[in-house]
């Protein structure tokens, strides 16, 4: 599947709140698979996207999304325990951490639950990220998904620009 393709087949399942994702390795100690970037894109209704992804691939650490001066910015990813219903996933940057509450439904691509949520723009977890585009996502000891370039982190303070507007 090309980069565009997949990207835009990404962003049209989590605008419906379905997406996907592939779990994270359960090692702390093991490192983001080759090639995992972040990526920010649109939408065809106007949303933006920022993913942690591999290209060309349906692995996906994290996808983040956002309206236009919304309050909230949505989040999707994988959880490797749990029940369908209502969990938890938890992202640390720095010092900050944050718990959040998320819907989680039977993954169709991952072993796992896709997890689905929001957290307010202006929380201290997504305030050191767009700072330091340092983020982990807590739970089944999730490598971290860190910006690792400066087009990364470009793309991190882009996002953020746009969901404040």
Known sequence: MKC??????????AALGACST???????????????????????DND??????????DVVGIIFSCHR????????????RGKPGSGVVRFQS???QGRYVAKTTVSE????LDAVGVIPLADGVLAAFEKTGQIRQVEDKAYPQDARTPAERAD??????????
């Open 4 to 13: 565009q393709g997949l990207w835009l087949l990404l962003a049209a399942g």
């Open 69 to 80: 001066k919304a309050p909230t910015v949505g989040f999707t990813t994988t959880l490797i």
């Open 22 to 44: 592939t779990a994270p390795p359960t090692s702390l100690a093991s490192p983001a698979p080759d090639g995992m970037k972040w990526n920010y894109f649109g939408t065809p």
């Open 109 to 112: 691509i991952a072993d796992g």
């Open 94 to 96: 720095g010092k900050a």
């Open 156 to 165: 991190i303070k882009r996002f953020f620009g746009f969901c404040r507007g």
């Open 48 to 57: 933006k996207r920022l993913a942690y992804g591999l290209p060309d691939s």
